[in-house]
């Protein structure tokens, strides 16, 4: 049994989440690339009008979160409303169990519910092991920008992944 | 006295808007991609939760009233950058092409940066086609960043700095 669950975000994880962010960047080489505050973050995903959506992956046992997804809509004016998964972060310590591909199927799931057609993110081209864990899932290596490559789940492979 | 009117689009804009979606992929060579209704343009823009906004270019007739038809188009939507916070992804920019060359794209740019500097957006991004050297010449001279190219889409944005820099042009 996992030690870990996957749920919604709450107002109360952005201390939790903020920190992984930061520690994302650090992985992105850019230590000092973070201007947001905790506080921006509940404003911006907790009040009137989020920005953004967040699920976290929280240790079953300690409350810490381990994890996190955070996506919002984008609109392609060709196939209409997709989910942009802005990250997708598993601390350190706690890699190899699978909570990665825990937080990317809960993420599909709710694509497909809410009837996104496309699910669509990026990876740095250095970060190889971001990119292995992508292409093993099945999503499409789409572009490449210099450094960033766009991945993506067409509507078909969302219904497919999530089987 | 200007020929043409930038606004925000509304519900009744929605074939037109098509009609120039469609005009856009085909010159993008991807027409067969576009699968865009009428329908879906309406409940996604214009219903209770709107995924985009969209500012469309008016012409005018000499008398200042609106005659029908739009001859250009802007959609655009909210993104969030986990490391600035809130910023608008410019999705598409078009003027069809016989009313192009009187600053009508520059002028639809400038509103939009306007709407970011004044909803306090830290970012204006969007990408173009590595091909469309028309696009890539008029988005160099607005002073936008070229973030990289590599094949296909090139992305651009405009920081905070050259936001305000440009709206206030």
Redesign the interface.
Known sequence: MADYRIRDAVIDDCEGIFTN?QE??VHHH?PN????TVD?LKR?GFGENP??RCQVAENINSGEIIGHT?F??????????GM?M??LFVIERERNKRVGVALLKRLVQLCVEEGFNRLQWEVMEFNKRGMNFYNKQGAEDT??????R?FRFSKEQMEEYIQ | MSDYRIREARVEDCEEILRLIQELAEFEKMLKDCHMTVETLRKDGFGSNPLFRCLVVQSLNSDGSESSGLIGYCIFYYIYSTWEGKCIYMEDLYVTPTSRHKGIGHATLKKLSQICVEEGCKRLQWAVLDWNSIAIDFYNKSGATNLSEKEGWIFYRFDEDSLKAFAKN
């Not at chain 1, 919002?72 to 409303?81: D, E, H, N, T, V």
């Not at chain 1, 572009?143 to 960033?148: E, K, L, M, P, V």
């Open positions: 962010i994302l960047a850019s690339g973070v201007k947001l921006t911006d920005l953004f955070l919002f809509p984008f609109y392609s004016s060709w196939i209409g409303k942009f802005e990250d572009t490449a920008d210099g450094g960033r766009v």
